[in-house]
Protein backbone atom coordinates (compact mmCIF):
# COMPACT_ATOMS: atom_id res chain seq x y z
CA UNK A 1 0.00 0.00 0.00
CA UNK A 2 1.54 3.28 -1.10
CA UNK A 3 2.14 6.56 1.50
CA UNK A 4 -0.93 8.21 -0.68
CA UNK A 5 -3.40 5.45 -0.02
CA UNK A 6 -2.88 5.52 2.98
CA UNK A 7 -3.21 9.23 3.73
CA UNK A 8 -6.79 8.77 1.43
CA UNK A 9 -7.78 6.01 3.97
CA UNK A 10 -7.11 8.18 7.22
CA UNK A 11 -8.72 11.00 5.64
CA UNK A 12 -11.70 9.60 5.30
CA UNK A 13 -11.99 7.73 7.95
CA UNK A 14 -11.42 10.77 10.33
CA UNK A 15 -13.61 12.41 8.04
CA UNK A 16 -16.32 10.24 9.12
CA UNK A 17 -15.52 9.79 12.62
CA UNK A 18 -15.90 13.90 12.77
CA UNK A 19 -18.69 13.56 10.93
CA UNK A 20 -20.48 11.13 13.79
CA UNK A 21 -19.80 13.49 16.38
CA UNK A 22 -20.76 16.64 15.11
CA UNK A 23 -23.97 14.98 14.46
CA UNK A 24 -23.94 13.84 18.08
CA UNK A 25 -23.40 17.61 18.93
CA UNK A 26 -25.72 18.62 16.85
CA UNK A 27 -28.54 16.41 18.11
CA UNK A 28 -27.85 16.96 21.94
CA UNK A 29 -26.96 20.00 23.03
CA UNK A 30 -27.12 21.92 19.62
CA UNK A 31 -31.07 21.54 19.79
CA UNK A 32 -30.88 22.34 23.13
CA UNK A 33 -28.57 25.59 22.16
CA UNK A 34 -31.37 26.47 19.60
CA UNK A 35 -34.37 26.59 22.01
CA UNK A 36 -32.73 29.19 24.09
CA UNK A 37 -31.76 30.98 21.29
CA UNK A 38 -35.05 31.16 19.93
CA UNK A 39 -36.81 31.05 22.98
CA UNK A 40 -39.04 28.09 22.00
CA UNK A 41 -39.28 25.78 24.83
CA UNK A 42 -40.39 22.97 22.23
CA UNK A 43 -37.04 22.59 20.98
CA UNK A 44 -35.22 20.65 22.82
CA UNK A 45 -32.37 18.05 22.41
CA UNK A 46 -32.88 13.97 21.79
CA UNK A 47 -30.51 11.40 22.10
CA UNK A 48 -29.11 9.22 19.08
CA UNK A 49 -31.41 6.42 20.29
CA UNK A 50 -34.30 8.79 19.84
CA UNK A 51 -33.01 9.90 16.72
CA UNK A 52 -32.74 6.64 15.13
CA UNK A 53 -29.74 4.82 13.30
CA UNK A 54 -30.88 5.67 9.87
CA UNK A 55 -31.13 9.55 10.08
CA UNK A 56 -28.42 9.54 12.77
CA UNK A 57 -26.29 7.98 9.27
CA UNK A 58 -28.30 10.16 6.65
CA UNK A 59 -27.11 13.13 8.68
CA UNK A 60 -23.59 12.02 9.71
CA UNK A 61 -22.27 10.93 6.39
CA UNK A 62 -22.78 14.14 4.68
CA UNK A 63 -21.15 15.74 7.22
CA UNK A 64 -18.31 13.86 7.06
CA UNK A 65 -18.02 13.85 2.95
CA UNK A 66 -18.03 17.77 3.61
CA UNK A 67 -15.52 17.21 5.92
CA UNK A 68 -13.37 15.19 3.23
CA UNK A 69 -13.65 17.41 1.04
CA UNK A 70 -12.21 20.08 2.98
CA UNK A 71 -9.37 17.48 4.57
CA UNK A 72 -8.85 16.22 0.65
CA UNK A 73 -7.68 20.17 0.49
CA UNK A 74 -5.73 20.89 3.02
CA UNK A 75 -3.92 17.52 3.19
CA UNK A 76 -3.66 17.14 -0.80
CA UNK A 77 -4.37 13.49 -1.14
CA UNK A 78 -5.77 14.09 -4.02
CA UNK A 79 -9.10 11.90 -3.51
CA UNK A 80 -11.32 14.60 -5.73
CA UNK A 81 -10.01 15.59 -9.33
CA UNK A 82 -8.64 18.99 -9.94
Not at 19 to 26: D, H, P, Q, R, S
Not at 38 to 46: K, T, V
Not at 55 to 80: C, E, H, K, N
Amino acid sequence: MSGLTLKRLIVVAVSQVLGAILTVLLVGPGFDILGVLLQIPAIRGISTATYGSLYFLATSIPIGLTIMIWMDQFVDTRILPD
